[in-house]
């Protein structure tokens, strides 16, 4: 065990040390110290930290790609204070040590700000080195709310937070389907355990009654244990926090043992890999999340530019990514500097931006104002309204 543990430890790191990319370059990072974050030298750079290997590397790539094609319109328009924006891309494997690693590596490499991160786990422990350094940091897609509760004044985010989903989640279930028995599994990672018992709070307050609650392990294939302890229970929903890898085969797999409740996933599912996975027994699978690019009318130019660049449809968080990386460049518009406490200012001073996902302003802890949530289902294969 003692081995294999270095063994992986080893691997991260050797990863990390090859990983940082820039915008159309590799292995260019300047180990330079941070210091101010102020940039110097033709370029500003803008670090984007994201799981780039293991199962949701899916997500990851997504990240970084929305974050170049941000950056490569701002330079085809002139870029900002006469500099071009580069994108320094890193792996942090959804992982806490590697994204402190990865997060190190960005001070290192002098970047004026941080946009990126998709598992709160990872983030949570980045975001004590970019306060540390003072660095401006946008997180695209965590939604665990001790991100923004820990009086960090660089610290923002473009999504939503547990609390907020799991009020939206619970009164979808109560209210509108008329659900009263809720099963909940999550994986125990800091983003599906903290949305996991928020819901159950917010489900118990609405009179509902959470008739399973219970963790399953990231990385296992065969879940039937868990759902024959909670096939008798009879729910009238199943509510599954965690990421996409195990909620397709738990989709699968219940239905194989003959569980047709409804089953319903968080935000972390709503990717076509889910589908994949989980096969004929997905349709009728309700997902919760942000408003993803499809159903955001602010952003068909950037999913015909993201699909010309990447032959491919753009993830749920690229939208949310692409504005991060724009109002980071705004800010620095604003303050007329990358001096990081002028660009910090500007971020929490940025009412009346708009972007993609619409206005985007700050509150005081740096949380997203005015940010809705909606629901989608899987019919014929495809993720539509679930008002339809």
């Given at each position: 065990?003692?081995i294999s543990?270095?063994?992986?430890a ?12 820039g915008c159309?370059?590799t292995n260019?990072a300047?180990?330079t ?10 370029t500003?750079k803008i670090?984007?930290p994201?799981p ?6 899916k ?15 701002i ?22 040590q ?6 190190n590596?960005?001070?290192t ?5 941080v ?7 990872a983030t949570?422990?980045?975001t ?5 350094q ?8 965590s939604s665990?709310?001790?991100i923004t509760?820990q ?5 923002f985010?473009m999504?939503g937070r547990d609390?907020?989903?799991s009020?939206f989640v619970?009164?979808?279930?109560i209210n ?5 028995k809720?099963?909940i599994?999550?994986?125990n ?5 903290g ?13 509902g009654?959470v008739?399973f609650?219970?963790a ?10 868990t759902?024959?302890?909670?096939k008798?229970l ?10 996409y ?5 738990l ?5 194989d043992?003959?569980?047709?409740t409804l089953f319903m ?6 990717d ?9 027994a997905?349709e ?9 690019p499809?159903?955001?009318?602010g952003a ?6 993201y699909?010309?660049?990447y032959?491919?449809d753009?993830?749920p968080y690229?939208?949310?990514t ?6 980071v ?12 406490k ?5 971020l929490?001073n ?6 993609v996902t619409?206005n985007v302003?700050?509150?005081e802890?740096?949380d ?8 989608t289902?899987?019919?014929d294969?495809?993720?539509v309204s679930?008002?339809?």
């Amino acid at each position: 065990m003692k081995i294999s543990k270095m063994l992986a430890a080893a691997a991260a790191t050797l990863l990390l040390g090859i990983s940082i990319t820039g915008c159309g370059n590799t292995n260019q990072a300047e180990q330079t110290s941070a210091g101010k974050s102020q940039t110097s030298g033709s370029t500003i750079k803008i670090g984007v930290p994201a799981p780039l290997s293991g199962t949701n590397a899916k997500m990851g790539e997504d990240i970084v790609q929305a974050a170049k094609i941000a950056a490569t319109q701002i330079n085809d328009k002139g870029g900002v204070l006469g500099k071009k924006i580069e994108i320094v891309s890193i792996d942090d494997a959804c992982d806490a040590q590697v994204a402190t690693q990865a997060a190190n590596k960005l001070v290192t490499s002098n970047v004026a700000a941080v946009v990126g991160h998709y598992c709160s786990s990872a983030t949570l422990p980045a975001t004590t080195v970019y306060n540390d350094q003072g660095i401006p940091f946008i997180a695209a897609a965590s939604s665990n709310p001790k991100i923004t509760e820990q009086g960090f004044e660089n610290v923002f985010r473009m999504v939503g937070r547990d609390d907020q989903q799991s009020k939206f989640v619970s009164e979808y279930l109560i209210n509108k389907q008329k659900k009263k028995k809720i099963a909940i599994l999550h994986d125990n990672t800091t983003y599906a355990k903290g949305l996991a018992d928020e819901t159950k709070s917010s489900v118990e307050k609405l009179g509902g009654e959470v008739v399973f609650f219970d963790a399953i392990t990231p990385g296992e294939k065969d879940f039937s244990v868990t759902l024959s302890k909670l096939k008798p229970l009879q729910p009238d929903a199943i509510y599954w926090t965690g990421y996409y890898a195990e909620g397709g085969l738990l989709i699968k797999q219940a239905k194989d043992l003959g569980i047709n409740t409804l089953f319903m996933v968080g935000d972390s599912n709503n990717d076509p890999t889910l589908i994949k996975i989980a096969g004929p027994a997905a349709e009728g699978v309700i997902v919760d999340s942000v408003p993803t690019p499809e159903f955001l009318p602010g952003a068909k130019d950037f999913v015909s530019k993201y699909k010309e660049t990447y032959s491919k449809d753009p993830g749920p968080y690229t939208t949310f990514t692409y504005d991060g990386v724009n109002a980071v460049a705004e800010a620095i518009k604003q303050a007329n500097s990358t001096d990081s406490k002028a660009v910090v200012a500007a971020l929490h001073n940025l009412n009346g931006y708009s972007g993609v996902t619409g206005n985007v302003k700050f509150d005081e802890k740096g949380d997203r104002t005015d940010l809705l949530y909606i629901t989608t289902k899987v019919k014929d294969g495809k993720f539509v309204s679930a008002e339809n």
